[in-house]
């Protein structure tokens, strides 16, 4: 069994044994899918909701939009099934506090509703979030049983 570490603007599929795990989730979010049956499991580390709005938008890890998509193709290729896929989130977290209602500077909050919304595109069920909040998060995601473990500074372990 190992761990595999995704990076940021990075993702990875991987089948049991091995888990994934993701560190410093702040604004960005860590999205997890999992197929119990075929134990495959997937996590993407998106910095940005939406590759459309930048030039420079090669690298399909780094948006939420693209993200999904290539992670969703590298977990069919393994052996997943699009209809058994369950999806959990963590991240999207507001690090710093801004004066006025500028949506630019909303990036976490903008991230996670860019996770949902693609998910529900793709009809893949979000069944658990940890999304929001001051404070990043590292998340540790388990392909035995897709658990999702939220490791945060001066908090209690959370498993969703």
């Known amino acids: 069994m190992a761990l595999i570490k995704v990076g940021m603007a990075d993702l990875k599929a991987v089948k ?3 888990n994934l795990t993701t560190l410093g989730l702040g604004s960005c979010i860590g999205v997890t899918l999992y197929d119990a049956s075929a134990k ?8 940005l909701p939406d590759s459309t709005q930048i030039k420079n938008n090669e690298n399909k890890a780094k948006f939420g939009d ?10 069919l290729s393994l052996g997943a099934n699009k209809s058994r896929l369950v999806a959990k ?6 690090m710093f506090s801004f004066g006025g209602k500028n949506d630019l500077m909303r990036i976490g909050e903008r ?20 999304t929001g909040s001051n404070y990043g ?14 490791k945060t500074i001066g908090k209690e372990l959370k498993v969703i």
């Open 40 to 47: 495959v499991s997937g996590m993407a580390h998106f910095m």
């Open 16 to 18: 049991y044994p091995d």
């Open 137 to 150: 998060r590292t998340i540790e995601f388990m392909s035995e049983n897709g658990d999702l473990h939220v």
């Open 66 to 75: 693209t993200a999904i998509d290539e992670l969703l193709k590298q977990m």
């Open 89 to 94: 989130i963590a991240g999207g977290a507001q």
């Open 111 to 130: 991230n996670a509703i860019a996770a949902k919304e693609k998910l529900k595109a793709l009809g893949i069920r979000l069944i658990a979030e940890d």
